[in-house]
């Protein structure tokens, strides 16, 4: 994607929108060392990213890592390392690297984005299960208010249809 040394950027198409930024615009990225103090990368906008994902969009900036690691002060350390796998594959894919990283002796994890996702995945489901069980309470009124008319307009009849089989009515 990019050559080492490289002082270039892929940004989110929202981001570049917001801020009003086209490719080969420069920008100044302010950046927190592990030391905790602050520093800044200048990049060229090298494309734009268009994501199905609107967070991806809206605030993700891609820069070379050597670039990375020379603004953050980490040597050559890389804290997290993603990959896109075939759909149903990641529990493989996962166990793969784990043993890959046990044979090589590295204090290395791998897990698949469902198990760093969990509770994300819980909040997902309570908020469907949630919104069920409130769909469920709106019918169950919705029920009940319909059958209240139908058995009030039964009773308020009652009277009438007495009267009018007194005058004679089949």
Known sequence: MFAPGESKAV???RLAELMD???NDYITLLVRTKEDTFNTIDVEI???VRAPNPMTNNGIVFVPLDLAQQ???VGNGVSLFALKTVSGDEDTVTKALTDSFKDKD???KAYSWKESAET???LSTAKKAGAGVIMS???LIGMLGIINNVILSAL???EEIGMMKALGMR
């Open 11 to 13: 940004i989110g198409v």
């Open 21 to 23: 930024l086209k490719v």
């Open 46 to 48: 090298a494309g734009l």
């Open 71 to 73: 603004a953050l002060n």
């Open 106 to 108: 590295l204090d290395l």
């Open 120 to 122: 994300i995945i819980a």
């Open 137 to 139: 309470v709106v019918l």
């Open 156 to 158: 308020e009849r009652t």
